[in-house]
């Protein structure tokens, strides 16, 4: 294979040119002069009449307060001697990264798609809330959970999401998510906070969709079974592999074994999607498929070639290589530096190979898979 398709070098070169064509000229952004002042102000100005940023968004980015800012804009400056020129490059300069922002945001690649993975995870949820059960499914990070989750909410009337961090793990902190979530006052001790939660849901058949919940502690997975006891409403919880050992692993004589115990048994459909099964056959089958990742890119008008596509299929059904994550965020690296061009295995290694930093990194997903082809292959535009 060719020595430049694994380099990463020119990358960081088209890196650095990026990062010096700002919006706002130096000028505005660092105010030494009358003419730096004026033009700051004409920016501000100008960003705020179009739309493209608010005085609200300039002062929570800043720290300088809304009076300021309108003192700024209509040249009327009241503040202390010297103080303005500080202002209008803070403000300068938050107007440039606000603009920067929001052309990356135009020209975000990927999105929700209905992947396999979506699909199954779909079919999962409308048996759940048929049966009114505790569901749960596992699966690899990075392998479009929490964006399906985040359509799943969308799509189903009533339902609410939560999603678990580290420090909203205990008892009392999930407790007030799930309230939160609910429009409810969260103050309160963590039984009382409980008891208003299953007063609110009784009856409701509302779905509760629980993100990250590998994360929970085991008093945290009880109290979902005593709310879904009372409450009897379909629950949905997702977690990364691990999930599965927490609700199953055995402790003879443990109180921690007991909780999961009794809510292991009150599990009505339990699915591990590291490996999806072939419709008829049952035999196994990747996780993503190459028509996935088509789908995926063909959203943002990407233009990948044949052996692009593949390198993603590989790279996306690789153990621990984080999966379409991953895939869109070389994707979007390619097309963010080489506008209008064919996305590439070659692009695609030079991203892989700057993300991992190794110049060897791109071929680990050789290693998994078998050597790919050295050769370009016709072009397949999914745009």
């Known amino acids: 294979m060719p020595e430049d398709f694994n380099h990463v070098g020119d990358i960081f ?3 650095d040119a990026d990062a010096r064509k700002q919006p706002v000229g130096d000028e505005a952004m660092n105010v030494t002069s009358k003419e730096g002042l004026v033009k700051a102000r004409a920016e501000v100005n100008a960003a705020i009449h179009d739309s493209t940023v608010t005085a609200a968004e300039l002062s929570r980015r800043t720290g300088i307060k809304a009076s300021a800012i309108s003192q700024f804009r209509a040249d009327k400056w009241l ?4 103080t303005e020129a500080t202002t209008a490059s803070k403000l300068a300069n938050a107007v440039n990264q606000l603009r920067r922002q929001r052309e990356a945001d135009e020209s975000q690649v990927g999105g929700f798609v209905k992947t396999s993975v979506a699909q199954a995870i779909f079919g999962i949820v409308q048996y759940v809330v048929k049966r009114r059960w505790i569901g749960v499914f596992v699966i690899p990070a990075g392998s479009g959970k929490t964006i399906t989750l985040q359509q799943v909410n969308e799509d189903t009337a009533g339902s609410i999401l939560l999603t678990v961090t580290r420090t909203r793990a205990s008892v009392k902190a999930f407790l007030q998510v799930w309230a939160r979530a609910l429009g ?16 609110r849901m009784v009856r409701s058949d509302r779905l509760v969709i629980i993100d990250e919940a590998h ?10 079974r005593e709310i879904y006891d009372e409450a009897a409403i379909p629950i949905i919880m997702a977690g990364t ?13 443990t109180v921690t074994s007991e909780l999961m115990d009794q809510l292991h ?3 009505g459909i339990f699915r591990d999607m590291t490996d999806l099964a072939t419709s008829g056959s049952g035999d196994d089958q990747a996780l ?6 088509r789908k995926v890119f ?13 390198f993603l299929f590989k790279l996306a059904n690789t153990p621990g290589a984080g999966a379409l994550r991953v895939c869109r965020d070389l994707v979007q690296m390619v097309v963010d530096l080489h506008a209008g061009e064919v996305v590439t295995e070659a692009l695609l290694r030079k991203a892989f190979g700057m993300r991992a930093g190794s110049r060897e990194s791109g071929f680990l997903i050789d290693q998994a898979y078998g050597r790919s082809a050295t050769k370009a292959e016709p072009v397949a535009s999914t745009a």
């Open 184 to 199: 409810m006052d969260e103050h309160g001790t963590a039984q009382a906070i409980q008891d208003a939660i299953v007063s």
């Open 298 to 310: 063909a959203r943002g008008g990407v233009r990948l070639s044949r052996d692009g596509t593949e």
């Open 241 to 253: 592999p691990s999930f599965q050992k927490t609700l199953t692993t055995r402790r003879v004589g």
């Open 13 to 15: 070169d088209r890196l």
């Open 79 to 82: 503040g202390k001697k010297g």
């Open 215 to 224: 994360k929970l502690q085991v008093p945290c997975l009880d109290v979902v």
């Open 265 to 267: 048994s009150r599990v």
């Open 288 to 293: 993503h498929t190459r028509e996935d990742i």
